[in-house]
C-alpha cells in the first residue's frame, strides 16, 4: 500500500450481547485505496462498515482518521473506556460517506430534495448553491433529468444513484459501499456499479462490501475475505482470488461458478 492512511482500525471489536460479530480487526486504508470486503452472511462485513463511520459504536479497540483516534480515552473507578462524544461523531460521518443497500431515500423529497438535505441541514449551504451542487452530483450518476422526480416514481438502480449522490453532497474523503447492489433487480446491476466504477477511476478512497466478485476483481486495488468476524486473507484481486491460500475462502469463492476474470 502506498499513500498515507485515511482510516484506520486497532483491535476493533464489536458484540451484540453475547454476540461477538467483529472480533479484532486491524485495517488501514491508504488515500486512493479501493477496498472490496468479501464473506459469508454474518461474518461481520456490513458491521465492520457500520462501525467506520460509527453507526454503531466499538465494543473495544480504537478507529483512526488521518491517524487521530476517533473520541477519548476515559478512566473511571480503574476501569478504562473509551467516550464518544456525538458532536465528534458527526463531523467524521460528515468525511466518510456511507450507501446502504435499501437506498433510506425521503419518500416525501424529490431526488432533487433528497441531495441538497445534507449541504443544507448539516453543512449549512444557501439553498442556491446546495441545489447548484445537487445537480452536479445527479448529472454525476446520469439523473440530471429526474432531479424533480419522487423516489417512488424512480426505478431500484436510479433510487440507488440517488443515494451515491445524495452521499457524494458531502463532499466525503472516503466512501463506503454495503452491499450496494444487493436489493436491485439483476438487469439494474449494471448502472449502479457503472457509477461507483466511475468515481474508483477518479481516485476516490473506497471500500466496498459486495458479492459481485467480477466487479470486486477488476475494480478493487486490495481485497479482505472476512470470516467469523476477523480478516482471514486480505491481498491484491489477483492473487487472492486466482490463487487464494485458505481453504474457507476457497469454499466461498467455489460457490460463484459465473464470472469471469
Known sequence: MTGAAILRTEGLHKRFGDLHVLRGIDLRVAEGERIAILGSSGSG??????CLNFMELPSAGRVFFHDRPVGTEETRGGATAVRYRERDLAALRRRVGMVFQSFNLFPHMTALENVMEGPLTVLRRGRGEAAAAARRQLARVGLED?????PARLSGGQQQR????????MEPEVMLFDEPTSSLDP????????VIKALAEEGRTMLLV???????YHVASR????HEGRILEEG??????????????????????????
Open 187 to 194: 438487469e439494474l446491476v449494471g448502472e449502479v456499479l457503472g
Open 146 to 150: 429526474r432531479a424533480d422526480e419522487y
Open 45 to 50: 462485513k456490513s458491521t465492520l462498515l457500520r
Open 223 to 226: 481485497v479482505l475475505f472476512l
Open 210 to 216: 459486495t458479492h459481485e466478485l467480477g466487479f470486486a
Open 162 to 169: 440517488v443515494a451515491i449522490a445524495r452521499a457524494l453532497a
Open 236 to 261: 491484491p484481486p489477483e492473487r487472492l482470488m486466482k490463487a487464494p491460500r485458505e481453504e474457507r475462502l476457497r469454499t466461498f469463492l467455489a460457490r460463484f461458478s459465473e464470472f469471469s476474470f
